[in-house]
C-alpha cells in the first residue's frame, strides 16, 4: 500500500503559523490514503516515526509513565496516547473519523452484460452525492485477508489497483432528456462502474497480481471505489485546494499533527489522547466506530496502569475535555442562503465550533467558551457554525462518543464546500489553523474547580 515517511519534520513553532508546510503534508496524505484502511496504516507510521511504540489489544499492556503509545481496531481505527509523568489528573482527548462516503465492492463482483462488457457490483456507503462520481477514471483500494496454510493464519493485507481502472458512465442526455432536471439516481442501476470488456483479464487475478499472492490465497476483502483526481490547489494565490475525502481525512490529519507538535512539550498531570474512529458515515455503531466500546477500553487500560481510587477515577473524568472534529458546511457562493444568516462559516477564516440546539453537536456554552479561549490564546480564529433554524442538519460522532465517556465535550472542524462529493474544496489556510488550535489544546491543561467553571493553564 502506499505509506509516507516523515510527515511530520521537526517541531512545528507555536508563534509562526507555517501554512505550505502543512498543506503540502496534507495533500500528500490524502493522496496516499485511498481508504480508510491506507489512513490508519499512514499514520501508524507517522506515529511510529516520532517514536510511539505499537500496542495491540490481544496482549498484556506494560505502560510507563513519559511514554507515548498507540493501537488499532479493524485496521481501520487508531488510538494514540502519552502517559502523564507526574500524577494523573484527567484526559485530553481529540477524536475524528477515517471513512467516507464511497461505493463498495461486494463479493462475487463481476457482473457480465451482453455477452461483451463486464462491470462490477457495488453499493452505497455513506450518503455520497452520486452524480460526482460519473465519467472520471476510479480504481479501487483497501484491504484482502490473505490464507497462510504453513502458518495457519489469515493475514490482513493493504492492496490499492493504482491504475485508471474503471468509469460510472453517464446515460447520454439524448436518451433520458431528464437528467439535467432532478435525476434519481438508482445505485444498483446508475452507479455500477464499468470494469473492461469480455476478454479482460478477470478481477480477482488483478487483485491477486496486486496483493503479490495466488488468487486462490485470498479469501474475503474489504474494498472501496475511489477517484483517481489528485489533490490540487486552485484559486489566484493557490489559497484553496480540491481533494477527495477532505471530509474527514483533513481533520484527522491535522489533529494528528497538532498531537505531535505538542507530544515533546506536553508536561502536565492530563493525558493526552488522539483517536479516529471507522464508520461515522454510517452510524458510528460498528466495533470500530465512536459508539463502541473502543475508546472506554484503552481508557480503562491506561487508569490500570496508573495507581488510582474510585474516587479518583470520577475527579480525573470531571476534568477531562474532549474535541469532537468533523468538517463544517462553509457559506456556498452560489446558495449562501442555505446558511444561517447569523452563523456562517467563511473560508480561510478559521476553526469551527459547531452548535446545536438539539444537541446533534455537543457544544455548549461552557465547554465553547473553554475551547474559544484555548485558540484565542493560541492566536486562531474561531467561526460558529449553526444550521438554519429549518434544516435539520447532519450530526457526527461527538454525540455518539458520548455514550460512551461523559465528559465535557466540544464538536469542532474546518469549513468546506461540496461535502460528501468525490472531490472536495477547502482553505489551505484552515488546515494550519486546526493543527495549530490541537497543538494548543494539548499544551493547555484544563481542569474544572466546580461545576460551570473551567480553569485554563493560559
Known amino acids: 500500500g502506499k505509506s509516507e515517511k516523515g510527515f511530520r519534520e521537526g517541531i512545528m513553532s507555536k508563534a509562526n503559523l507555517n501554512f505550505e508546510k502543512t498543506n503540502e503534508e496534507l495533500l500528500k496524505f490524502l493522496d496516499n490514503s485511498p481508504s480508510a484502511f491506507h489512513a490508519t496504516a499512514n499514520m501508524c507510521e507517522m506515529l511510529k516515526e516520532a517514536g510511539f511504540p505499537r500496542l495491540y489489544e490481544g496482549e498484556k499492556w506494560n505502560l510507563e509513565a513519559g511514554n507515548g503509545y498507540y493501537v488499532t481496531r479493524n485496521d481501520s481505527a487508531l488510538i494514540a496516547f502519552q502517559i502523564p509523568k507526574q500524577d494523573f489528573a484527567g484526559f485530553q482527548i481529540m477524536a475524528s473519523h477515517s471513512d467516507s462516503p464511497v461505493f ?11 455477452n461483451q462488457y463486464v462491470k462490477l457490483n457495488v453499493e452505497k456507503y455513506g450518503g455520497m452525492i452520486c452524480s460526482t462520481w460519473l465519467d472520471r477514471p476510479l480504481s479501487a483500494a483497501g484491504r484482502v485477508l490473505v490464507r497462510d496454510e504453513a502458518a495457519g493464519t489469515l493475514e490482513s493485507r493493504l492492496v490499492d489497483l493504482d491504475r485508471d481502472l474503471l468509469v460510472i458512465p453517464s446515460l447520454a442526455i439524448h436518451m433520458d432528456r431528464t437528467l439535467n432536471s432532478g435525476h434519481a439516481f438508482n445505485p444498483q442501476v ?4 464499468l470494469y473492461g470488456l469480455e476478454s479482460s483479464k478477470p478481477f480477482p487475478a488483478l487483485l491477486a497480481e496486486a496483493a503479490g499472492v495466488k488468487e486462490e490465497d485470498i479469501v474475503d476483502f474489504d474494498l472501496s471505489l475511489y477517484t483517481r483526481q489528485a489533490p490540487t490547489r486552485i484559486g489566484p494565490d493557490s489559497e484553496l485546494f480540491m481533494a477527495p475525502r477532505i471530509d474527514d481525512l483533513e481533520c484527522a490529519a491535522t489533529t494528528l499533527y497538532g498531537f505531535l507538535d505538542a507530544a515533546p512539550e506536553t508536561d502536565s498531570a492530563c493525558a493526552p489522547v488522539w483517536a479516529m474512529f471507522d464508520n461515522e458515515e454510517v452510524g458510528s455503531s460498528t466495533r470500530q466506530g465512536a459508539d463502541s466500546s473502543f475508546l472506554r477500553d484503552v481508557l480503562d487500560r491506561i ?22 472534529a468533523d468538517n463544517a458546511h462553509a457559506v456556498h457562493p452560489n446558495f449562501a442562503d442555505k446558511a444561517d444568516s447569523c452563523n456562517k462559516v467563511i473560508l480561510g477564516k478559521g476553526v469551527v465550533v459547531k452548535v446545536n440546539a438539539s444537541q446533534k453537536y455537543t457544544t455548549s456554552g461552557l465547554t465553547g467558551a473553554a475551547f474559544t479561549a484555548i485558540c484565542e490564546k493560541a492566536g486562531v480564529p474561531v467561526q460558529t457554525f ?19 465517556i461523559l465528559m465535557p465535550m466540544v464538536d469542532i472542524g474546518v469549513g468546506q464546500l461540496a461535502m460528501h462529493s468525490a472531490m472536495e474544496t477547502a482553505s489551505c489556510k484552515d488546515a494550519e489553523y486546526l493543527a495549530n488550535a490541537c497543538a494548543a489544546y494539548y499544551n493547555t491543561p484544563i481542569f474544572q474547580p466546580e461545576d460551570g467553571q473551567w480553569k485554563l493553564g493560559l
Open 104 to 114: 463498495k465492492i461486494k463479493a462475487n463482483a463481476e457482473i457480465a452484460v451482453e
Open 190 to 193: 446508475d452507479m455500477q462502474p
Open 303 to 324: 487508569l490500570n496502569a496508573i495507581p488510582h481510587s474510585a474516587q479518583a477515577q470520577a475527579q480525573a473524568f470531571a476534568n477531562s475535555f474532549v474535541l469532537s
Open 386 to 404: 449553526a444550521n438554519r433554524a429549518d434544516v435539520a442538519g447532519g450530526s457526527t460522532l461527538g454525540n455518539l462518543l458520548g455514550r460512551q
